[in-house]
């Protein structure tokens, strides 16, 4: 069973950043080396991939309207998954979902989901 918490949502204008944050735990475990995602869901619209991270870090994937913009790292000391994004746009306005253990473009390949935290960026 993989526990995970989001973090980082806001307000924020137009042209500026965020950086989300998403805590992984596993019971019995002190590290947690799955691959890991994150996706959003806008107020009307479904849930969309955003970007994925393998579980060395390797390899990452971003949907492509959020490519040179957004940034995902991990940092396995900590198990956690970050989300840098920069030049954020009004329709960046979502939901935001913290996912593991896949870096699939694909929500029905993720076993384990966050709460969400909420980005909300004005124009």
């Known amino acids: 069973q993989v526990q995970l918490v989001e973090s980082g949502g806001g307000l924020v204008q137009a042209g500026g950043s965020l950086r989300l944050t998403c805590v992984a735990s596993?019971?019995?475990?002190?590290?947690?080396?799955?691959?890991m995602g994150w996706f959003r869901q806008a107020p009307g619209k479904e849930r969309e991939f955003v970007a994925a991270i393998s579980w060395s870090g390797g390899s990452t994937y971003y949907a492509d309207s959020v490519k040179s913009r957004f940034t995902i790292t991990r940092d396995d000391a900590k198990n956690t998954v970050s989300l840098q994004m920069t030049n954020l746009k009004p329709e960046d306005t979502a939901v935001y979902f913290c996912?593991?253990?896949?870096?699939?473009?694909?929500?029905?390949?993720?076993?384990?989901w966050g709460q969400g935290t909420q980005v909300t960026v004005s124009s």
């Open positions: 996912a593991a253990d896949s870096d699939s473009e694909y929500e029905t390949a993720y076993d384990y």
């Open positions: 596993v019971r019995a475990s002190s590290s947690v080396d799955i691959a």
